[in-house]
């Protein structure tokens, strides 16, 4: 198949990252054309001024239209856009050069209809985003399952990093309302249209999470939450692995208590966990600072995810409300 790849990406007031984003795009290495299609999702601080200094520079476009959340807007712009290979970014990303030219490699080798690829830390992130992409990447937090191994079974790509032929776009039908979650929910349809999804393991972007402790909380209690939610739309996808939050957390609070009536050996069993976590962490980010703070984002994460997942599960399976009706918050309205 012979690719025009159209990169699409939302942006809700966050004009300084297009910014950072199109002059990694500006540096890419790869030769053939392409074009940038930058959506503007209701922000009152526009990216159009920071868009404009670019079209001379890049093949871009940049679209304005009312709020309707992230997923909406990918599906607008790839319905403005010439390409017949989408590849979906969010604004907080950088790319290192040789991006498209891997991600070029890797269909050319072996062609797929949709694939995804890892986030990492770049060097000028604060500790408080290396600890939080740490914990959001690590096989010791969350397995892999978001780009950082092959062997996670059949890999979920994430919009973050995210690419979609023209075809598999249509036939799935694109992204859903709900938010987050959107991702996995086009994932579990693209399969059931009979497409494969793949890792590029070498097509990586620099994700920098501008988010502090709180928003990172509210973040993973939201994955928590819709988790059931994509469970119940797509059974066949749940699996055991998702209640480990819940139970890692629920084993950490018994342990201390059994501790204080002289029963330690359980929170010794956590202590050698969270050794392991700090260990590996600051190995991977040369900092000690970041392997401690990778032990209190590991524990933000866990409880956010661990409570958000319980209280979903329960209101689900004992309410004969919607999903829509319980959890308002977690679906957008479409304009």
Same mark, same amino acid.
């Given at each position: 198949?012979?690719?025009?790849?159209?990169?699409?990406?939302?942006?809700?007031?966050?004009?300084? *990252?297009? !910014? *950072?984003?199109? *002059?990694?795009?500006?540096?890419?290495?790869?030769?053939?054309?392409?074009?940038?299609?930058?959506?503007?999702?209701?922000?009152?601080?526009?990216?159009?001024?920071?868009?404009?200094?670019?079209?001379?520079?890049?093949?871009?476009?940049?679209?304005?239209?009312?709020?309707?959340?992230?997923?909406?807007?990918?599906?607008?712009?790839?319905?403005?856009?010439?390409?017949?290979?989408? @590849?979906?970014?969010?604004?907080?990303?950088?790319?290192?050069?040789?991006?498209? #030219?891997?991600?070029?490699? *890797?269909?050319?080798?072996?062609?797929?209809?949709?694939?995804?690829?890892?986030?990492?830390? +770049?060097?000028?992130? #604060?500790?408080?985003?290396?600890?939080?992409?740490?914990?959001?990447?690590?096989?010791?937090?969350?397995?892999?399952?978001?780009?950082?191994?092959?062997?996670?079974?059949?890999?979920?790509? !994430?919009?973050?990093?995210?690419?979609?032929?023209?075809?598999?776009?249509?036939?799935?039908?694109?992204?859903?309302?709900?938010?987050?979650?959107?991702?996995?929910?086009?994932?579990?349809?693209?399969?059931?249209?009979?497409?494969? #999804?793949?890792?590029?393991?070498?097509? $990586?972007?620099?994700?920098? !999470?501008?988010? +502090?402790?709180?928003?990172?909380?509210?973040?993973?209690?939201?994955?928590?939450?819709?988790?059931?939610?994509?469970?119940?739309?797509?059974?066949?996808?749940?699996?055991?692995?998702?209640?480990?939050?819940?139970?890692?957390?629920?084993?950490?609070?018994?342990?201390?208590?059994?501790?204080?009536?002289?029963?330690?050996?359980?929170?010794?069993?956590?202590?050698?966990?969270?050794?392991?976590?700090?260990?590996?962490?600051?190995?991977?980010? /040369?900092? @000690?600072?970041?392997?401690?703070?990778?032990?209190?984002?590991?524990?933000?994460?866990?409880?956010?995810?661990?409570?958000?997942?319980?209280?979903?599960? $329960?209101?689900?399976?004992?309410?004969?409300?919607?999903?829509?009706?319980?959890?308002?918050?977690?679906? $957008?309205? /479409?304009?």
């Amino acid at each position: 198949m012979n690719t025009f790849i159209s990169i699409v990406v939302p942006v809700y007031n966050r004009p300084e *990252e297009i !910014r *950072e984003l199109l *002059e990694s795009l500006e540096r890419q290495d790869f030769n053939a054309p392409y074009e940038v299609v930058i959506v503007e999702d209701g922000s009152s601080e526009s990216s159009e001024e920071i868009v404009r200094r670019f079209q001379d520079k890049l093949q871009i476009s940049y679209y304005y239209k009312e709020n309707s959340g992230p997923g909406d807007s990918r599906n607008f712009g790839m319905q403005k856009a010439k390409g017949n290979y989408y @590849i979906i970014l969010d604004s907080d990303c950088i790319l290192p050069k040789q991006y498209l #030219t891997e991600v070029d490699k *890797e269909l050319k080798r072996e062609f797929v209809h949709c694939f995804g690829g890892p986030d990492a830390a +770049d060097a000028s992130f #604060t500790d408080v985003q290396k600890a939080i992409n740490y914990v959001m990447t690590s096989f010791f937090t969350t397995g892999g399952i978001r780009g950082g191994a092959k062997s996670v079974g059949k890999f979920q790509p !994430r919009s973050f990093n995210m690419g979609i032929s023209k075809e598999a776009f249509e036939k799935a039908g694109g992204f859903g309302r709900i938010h987050p979650g959107e991702d996995p929910d086009l994932t579990f349809r693209i399969w059931k249209t009979g497409f494969e #999804t793949r890792l590029f393991p070498k097509a $990586f972007v620099y994700h920098k !999470r501008r988010i +502090d402790w709180n928003k990172f909380y509210i973040q993973v209690n939201k994955f928590g939450r819709v988790r059931p939610i994509l469970n119940k739309w797509h059974p066949g996808t749940a699996r055991p692995t998702y209640w480990f939050p819940t139970f890692f957390m629920i084993g950490l609070c018994v342990s201390v208590l059994l501790a204080f009536v002289g029963i330690p050996l359980p929170l010794w069993l956590y202590v050698a966990y969270f050794v392991v976590l700090f260990l590996d962490a600051l190995f991977k980010n /040369r900092s @000690i600072k970041v392997g401690f703070l990778a032990i209190f984002a590991a524990l933000t994460q866990f409880t956010g995810y661990g409570i958000g997942f319980l209280k979903s599960t $329960f209101l689900l399976n004992f309410s004969n409300k919607e999903p829509e009706e319980l959890f308002p918050k977690l679906f $957008f309205k /479409r304009k």
